[in-house]
C-alpha cells in the first residue's frame, strides 16, 4: 500500500475529522481513507430521480428569460 503524508491540516478541520473519527468508531486515517473514497468513487445514478428532479426544477424556472444583456453583464462581472 501506498503512504501519502498531508501537510499543513488546518486545526479546525483536523478536529471536525477527529469528532467525525470518533463518531464512525475510525482511527483518524481510517476516517480520511473513507472520505477520501467518497470523494473519488462514482456515485450511482438513479435516473429515474435524476429526470424527476430535471423536470421540477424546468417547471419553477420556466417564467425566467434569460436576455443577452444578462448574460453579457454576468461574463463583464466574471462569471463563467
Known amino acids: 500500500m501506498t503512504t501519502i503524508t498531508v501537510k499543513n491540516i488546518p486545526d479546525d478541520l483536523y478536529e471536525r475529522l477527529k469528532q467525525a473519527a470518533k463518531t464512525n468508531h475510525r482511527s483518524i486515517n481510517s476516517e480520511i481513507i ?6 473519488v468513487s462514482p456515485r450511482p445514478l438513479d435516473i429515474e430521480t435524476f429526470v424527476a428532479e430535471a423536470r421540477q426544477l424546468r417547471e419553477q424556472t420556466a417564467d425566467y428569460v434569460l436576455t443577452q ?6 461574463r463583464n462581472e466574471g462569471r463563467p
Not at 444583456?69 to 454576468?74: P, S, V
Open 34 to 39: 473513507a472520505c477520501i473514497e467518497r470523494s
Open 69 to 74: 444583456a444578462e448574460l453579457r453583464q454576468a
